[in-house]
């Protein structure tokens, strides 16, 4: 499965921007997907992320209550709801899938990526 990435900008403290993960392939509907974010000289971490049906979701602590994963295996996309932003949450973020029956919510069980978009939060 392939996966493309897009919605990023630019936008002030309080605001709001949603992110799609676009997919290709049949397939995509038995992925779990995620989406991770990487600052400058930081760590790429994830930040959200859907199991295949959508059923089960996680989310890091620092975004819960303003971040929302959601999916549609019909259109194979998996959007990103950011809400209320904060300048913390400026980064390149990224979509991922991997083929895991479960919700894995460490990097290394994602193998598909997508490019990233940029995030710019200003204060």
């Known amino acids: 499965v392939q996966l493309q990435a897009s919605g990023g900008g630019l936008v002030q403290a309080g605001g709001s921007l949603r992110l799609s993960c676009e997919a290709s392939g049949r397939s995509f509907s038995r992925y779990a997907v995620a989406w991770f974010r990487q600052a400058p000289g930081k760590e790429r971490d994830v930040v959200g992320a859907?199991?295949?049906?959508?059923?089960?979701?996680y989310y890091t602590d620092s975004v819960k209550g303003r971040f929302t994963v959601s999916r549609d295996n019909a259109k194979l996309t998996v959007d990103l709801q950011m809400n209320n932003l904060k300048p913390e949450d400026t980064a390149v973020y990224y979509c991922?899938?991997?083929?895991?029956?479960?919700?894995?919510?460490?990097?290394?069980?994602?193998?598909?990526w997508g490019q990233g978009t940029q995030v710019t939060v200003s204060s």
């Open positions: 991922a899938a991997s083929n895991d029956a479960w919700l894995p919510i460490v990097i290394f069980r994602y193998t598909n």
């Open positions: 859907v199991n295949w049906s959508g059923t089960d979701i």
